[in-house]
C-alpha cells in the first residue's frame, strides 16, 4: 500500500514535468506553423494573388484545431485576410512574423494558438494513470511511461495531421493505400462510370490485358478488355438495376483453347451518380475439373451404352448394308457367275434389267443401301454423346425428356441383360400442362438415366415377391417444375441418403459402381441448372428422388 | 486499421463521385440546343448560375437546353463563330472580336443591369493614395485585371492612352486576373492604381476605395444566335428572353446570372461601335 502510494506520488511528479514538456513541443509546433503559413502566403503574395489570400487564411484557421486567431494586415494597415474563433482561449499563446510583398516592404503576420489542449491532455492522462494505478500498480508504472510517450508522439501527430500540406499528403498516403489493396488482389479488378468507361485499373487487369491504367483510363470497358464485350449488356443492366450480378462462366478462346472466366458486376451508386466495380476471375482450372468429373462420369453411362449400341444396331446395321450391295452387284451382268445362272435358265438378263428398271426396283435397292449408311452414321454420331456439350439452355418438354430416358433405357445393354428391365413396370404421372423448363437436353437426360439406373439396380438385388415399379412423375409448382423418380426397391438407411450424393460415396462392388453418378447429377442440377434435388426414402419401402428445376 | 480502411472507401467513393459527377455534363443526347457561356468564373459556378436560364428555354422550346462552359475565350470565340453552339453569350469586347473574325450573327438581346444596358470602368485607388486625376498615374504603379477584360484592362487602357499615358510611362504595371484581385492589390499598396468595373468598384468602397475617372459608356453583354438559326428561332428566343423582367420567375433567373442584372433587352450592332473603335485605337498601339 505504501509503495502504492509511492508510486502515486512520483507519477504526479513525472506528470507535472510532463507537462512542461509537452507545453515545449506545443510551443514548437507552433513555431512550425507560423513558418509553414508565412511561406505559403509569401508566395502567394509574390504573384500578387491577393484574391487567395483571405480565403487562404479562412481554411487554415477553420481547418487547423487549436488555432485561435490569425490575420495577415499590410504594411499600409490594410487587413488582407482575418480568421478569429468566436470562443475565447484558454491558453493564447501568440506569435508574430513579418512577410516581404511587392514595392510597400512589410505585411505582418499575427498568429495565436491556442493552448488549452495541452492541459485537457494532462487531465486525460491524469486520470488515465489514476485508474490504472490502482488497478496494475507497479506494471501500469513502466507502461504511463509508454503511454506518456505515446499522447506525446499523438500529439505531434496530431498537429502533423491538420496541417494543409500534411493533410494532402495523408490523402495522398490514403489513395495509395487504396490503390495497394486494389491492385494486390489477385484478381482483375476494373471500376466504371455510369457510361462503362473505365475509371480505375488495377495490377491484375494490367496484367490480363496488357494495357496500363492510364491507357485504358476514360475508354469504354468492351475497348479495354474486347474479350468481355459481349458482357456489355449485362454491365449496363446492372449498373441500371443495381443489383449485384454474376456471370459464372463466361467462355473465351485463347490461341484455340477455351478459358473460363467468372464476372462479378458490383454496381455502386451514389446520390446522382452511378457506375460498378467489376471483378474478373479465371476460373479455367475449377471448371476443368468440374467438367473432368461429368465427362468420367458420362463416359460410364455411355460406355454402357455403346456396348448396347454396337450389339444391338451396328450387326444388323452391317447386315443390311452388305446384302443390299450383294443383291446389286448379283443383278448386273459383270458378274461371270450371274451370266452363267442365267444361261442356264433361259434369261436374258438384258430384258430382266429393263423390268428392274421400269418397276423402280432399282431404286428402292440403293435406297435401302443409302439409308443404312446414314443409320450407320447416326450410331457414330452417338458416340459424340460421350464428347463435352456447350451448355446451351433450350426449353424442353419433361415430359417428353422422361419417355426419352426410358427408351434409352430399355436399349441399355446393361439393364437389359443384367437387370431385367423389362420386368420393371414403369408408371407414368406426369401433368400435362407442364410449362417448358430451359435446360441442357443432355445434361438432364444423363441425371434422369442415373436415377432410373440406380433404381433399377437396387430393386434388382431384390427378392421377387412384389411388382418392381418406378413411378415417373412431374409436377408444377410456383416457379419450379417438379419431378420425381420413385422406386419400390429396398430404400436407403439414413447413413446412405447423407452420403448418396458424395462423389465416389458407392455401396455396389468395386467395379461395378463408381459412386458418381448422384454427385454429378447433383451437380448439374444444382449448379448448372440452379435447381434442387433431395432424397427421400425408408428401408424397405422404397426411395424417392425429387429434383426442381426453375421453369422462368 | 478498420478506420484507415473505413478512410479508404471513403475516399474512394468520393474519388469516384468527382470522376462521374465531371462526366455526366451535357453531352450531345437528341441534338439538344446549345447555350455557350466564356469562362469568366469557375465552371461549377457557371453551371449554376445559366442553369435557371437554360430550363426556361428548355420550357419555351420544348427541346433540352444545356449550358456549354468554353475552356477558355479563343475556344468560346470559335465555337460561336464557326456555328457549332446555338446560342452564346459574350462580353462586349469579345463579341467585337468574334463579329471582326467570323462575321455578323443573328443578335438577341443584351443584358441590363440596374436598369442601364451599359456600363462604365471605373480607375481607381485607395484614399490618401495622392492620385487624383489620370494625369497624375506618370510613374506611378498601375493594376491591369485581365488582358481580355473589357474593362479591367481594354477600356481603361484606352483612357491611358486619350490622357496621353501609354504603360511605359508608368512606373510598373501587371495583369492580376481578376477584378476583385485588382481592388485588393490597390487597398494593400502594392500598387498605387489599377482599373476595375462598376460593382467592384462599388463592393470595395467601404473597405478604402476610391475612383478618380469614369469611362464613356459601353454597351453591356450580349447574347446571339447562330448565323443559320431560321427565322422562327430568333423570334422565339428573343421573346422569351424580352419577357424575362415581366414574372418574378423570370426576374429570379436574371438575378441567377448575376445581382443585380434587370432584364435582357433588344440590342443593336451599332450599340458597340464606341467599343470598335476604341479596340480599333488600341490595336494601332499595338494592344490586341
Ligand atoms: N434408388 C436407390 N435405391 C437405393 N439406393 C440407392 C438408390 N440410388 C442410389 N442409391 C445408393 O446411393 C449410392 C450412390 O449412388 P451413385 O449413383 O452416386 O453411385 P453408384 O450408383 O454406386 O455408382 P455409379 O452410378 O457411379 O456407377 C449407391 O451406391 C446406392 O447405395
Ligand atoms: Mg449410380
Redesign the pocket.
Known amino acids: 500500500m505504501l509503495l502504492m502510494f509511492i508510486l502515486t506520488a512520483s507519477t504526479f511528479a513525472i506528470l507535472e514535468q510532463q507537462r512542461e514538456r509537452l507545453l515545449q513541443i506545443a510551443i514548437d509546433n507552433a513555431k512550425d506553423d507560423i513558418q509553414f503559413i508565412k511561406s505559403t502566403l509569401s508566395s502567394t503574395l509574390q504573384q500578387n494573388n491577393f484574391e487567395q489570400l483571405g480565403g487562404l487564411v479562412e481554411t487554415w484557421g477553420r481547418h487547423v484545431r487549436y488555432t485561435h486567431e490569425l490575420k495577415i494586415t499590410a504594411a499600409n494597415g490594410f487587413v488582407l485576410g482575418h480568421f478569429q474563433r468566436d470562443t475565447p482561449a484558454d491558453r493564447p499563446h501568440r506569435l508574430e512574423e513579418k512577410i516581404r510583398y511587392s514595392y510597400q516592404g512589410l505585411a505582418s503576420l499575427v498568429f495565436v494558438k491556442d493552448f488549452g489542449s495541452v492541459d485537457d491532455s494532462i487531465n486525460k492522462l491524469r486520470w488515465q494513470l489514476m485508474s490504472g494505478l490502482l488497478l496494475v500498480g507497479l506494471v501500469f508504472w513502466r507502461m504511463s511511461w509508454l503511454s506518456l510517450h505515446r499522447k506525446r508522439e499523438a500529439m505531434m501527430l496530431d498537429r502533423a495531421n491538420h496541417r494543409l500540406q500534411q493533410t494532402a499528403e495523408q490523402l495522398e498516403a490514403t489513395r495509395a493505400y487504396l490503390r495497394n489493396v486494389f491492385d494486390s488482389m489477385p484478381s482483375t479488378l476494373v471500376a466504371v462510370d455510369a457510361e462503362a468507361n473505365v475509371t480505375m485499373w488495377n495490377k491484375g487487369a494490367e496484367k490480363a490485358s496488357a494495357m496500363t491504367a492510364s491507357e485504358v483510363q476514360g475508354r469504354s470497358f468492351s475497348e479495354a478488355l474486347p474479350v468481355f464485350a459481349s458482357r456489355m449488356r449485362e454491365l449496363k443492366e446492372a449498373i441500371e438495376s443495381g443489383k449485384p450480378t454474376r456471370i459464372e462462366r463466361h467462355v473465351t478462346r485463347m490461341d484455340g483453347t477455351p478459358r473460363f472466366s467468372e464476372i462479378v458486376i458490383y454496381p455502386l451508386s451514389t446520390d446522382k451518380n452511378r457506375g460498378a466495380v467489376i471483378r474478373i476471375d479465371d476460373v479455367t482450372q475449377r471448371i476443368q475439373m468440374e467438367q473432368m468429373m461429368v465427362q468420367t462420369?458420362k463416359m460410364?453411362t455411355v460406355g454402357g451404352l455403346a456396348a448396347g449400341m454396337a450389339h444391338e444396331i451396328n450387326n444388323p446395321l452391317s447386315g443390311v448394308l452388305q446384302s443390299s450391295q450383294n443383291i446389286m452387284r448379283r443383278l448386273s451382268s459383270d458378274l461371270p457367275a450371274s451370266t452363267a445362272t442365267a444361261k442356264e435358265l433361259g434369261l436374258d438378263l438384258a430384258v430382266m434389267h429393263e423390268f428392274l428398271e421400269r418397276r423402280g426396283i432399282l431404286g428402292f435397292l440403293e435406297g435401302i443401301r443409302e439409308a443404312a449408311e446414314r443409320a450407320g452414321r447416326i450410331v457414330a454420331d452417338m458416340l459424340a454423346f460421350s464428347r463435352r456439350s456447350t451448355t446451351e439452355f433450350s426449353p424442353l418438354s419433361i415430359n417428353e425428356l422422361l419417355d426419352t430416358v426410358v427408351r434409352i433405357a430399355a436399349s441399355d445393354y446393361d439393364l437389359k441383360k443384367t437387370y431385367d428391365f423389362k420386368k420393371i413396370t414403369i408408371i407414368r404421372e406426369y401433368q400435362s400442362d407442364l410449362p417448358a423448363v430451359p435446360c441442357d437436353r443432355t445434361e438432364i437426360e444423363q441425371v434422369l438415366l442415373?436415377?432410373i439406373?440406380?433404381?433399377a439396380?437396387?430393386m434388382a438385388g431384390q427378392a421377387d415377391r412384389t411388382q418392381q415399379q418406378i413411378v415417373l412423375r412431374t409436377r408444377k409448382e410456383v416457379d419450379w417444375v417438379r419431378i420425381e423418380v420413385e422406386?419400390n426397391?429396398?430404400?436407403?438407411s439414413e447413413e446412405?441418403q447423407r452420403r448418396?450424393?458424395e462423389p465416389f460415396?458407392?455401396?455396389?462392388p468395386i467395379g461395378?459402381?463408381?459412386?458418381?453418378?448422384?454427385?454429378v447429377?447433383y451437380y448439374i442440377i444444382t449448379e448448372q441448372h440452379k435447381g434442387t434435388i433431395s432424397v427421400d426414402?425408408m428401408l424397405g419401402k422404397?426411395?424417392r428422388?425429387v429434383i426442381r428445376l426453375p421453369y422462368r | 486499421m478498420p478506420r484507415l480502411l473505413q478512410r479508404s472507401f471513403c475516399s474512394f467513393l468520393l474519388l469516384a463521385s468527382f470522376y462521374w459527377a465531371t462526366l455526366s455534363a451535357a453531352e450531345k443526347a437528341d441534338r439538344p440546343i446549345v447555350l455557350a457561356v466564356h469562362p469568366y468564373l469557375p465552371y461549377q459556378e457557371l453551371q449554376k448560375r445559366y442553369q435557371p436560364l437554360a430550363s426556361y428555354l428548355k420550357r419555351v422550346l420544348g427541346t433540352k437546353v444545356v449550358v456549354r462552359i468554353g475552356r477558355d475565350y479563343s475556344e468560346h470565340i470559335a465555337h460561336i463563330g464557326t456555328d457549332r453552339v446555338d446560342i452564346a453569350y459574350l462580353g462586349p469586347a469579345t463579341y467585337v472580336r468574334m463579329v471582326d473574325k467570323y462575321g455578323q450573327k443573328p443578335l438577341l438581346a443584351r443584358l441590363e443591369v440596374g436598369g442601364k444596358p451599359f456600363f462604365h470602368g471605373y480607375l481607381v485607388t485607395r484614399s490618401g493614395s495622392g492620385v487624383g486625376a489620370i494625369e497624375n498615374l506618370r510613374e506611378k504603379r498601375f493594376a491591369f485585371g485581365d488582358p481580355a477584360s473589357t474593362m479591367s484592362h481594354l477600356v481603361p487602357r484606352h483612357m491611358l492612352l486619350e490622357a496621353g499615358l501609354d504603360v511605359d510611362d508608368l512606373a510598373d504595371y501587371q495583369f492580376l486576373g481578376s477584378h476583385k484581385n485588382v481592388a485588393l492589390a490597390v487597398l494593400s499598396g502594392a500598387f498605387d492604381a489599377g482599373a476595375v468595373k462598376e460593382e467592384v468598384m462599388e463592393s470595395f468602397k467601404s473597405r478604402g476605395l476610391r475612383s478618380f475617372a469614369k469611362s464613356a459608356p459601353y454597351s453591356e453583354h450580349i447574347f446571339v444566335a447562330r448565323s443559320d438559326a431560321d427565322d422562327e428561332f430568333v423570334v422565339t428566343v428573343k421573346k422569351a428572353l424580352f419577357g424575362l423582367a415581366e414574372t418574378a420567375e423570370g426576374r429570379g433567373i436574371l438575378r441567377s446570372i448575376k445581382q443585380g442584372v434587370t432584364g435582357l433587352v433588344p440590342v443593336e450592332d451599332a450599340h458597340y461601335d464606341n467599343l470598335r473603335s476604341v479596340l480599333k485605337s488600341l490595336s494601332a498601339h499595338g494592344v490586341e
Open positions: 462420369e460410364m442415373n436415377l439406373k440406380n433404381a439396380h437396387a422406386d426397391g429396398p430404400g436407403m446412405v448418396v450424393f460415396f458407392t455401396t455396389k461395378l459402381g463408381t459412386g458418381l453418378g448422384m454427385s447429377s426414402s422404397g426411395s428422388f
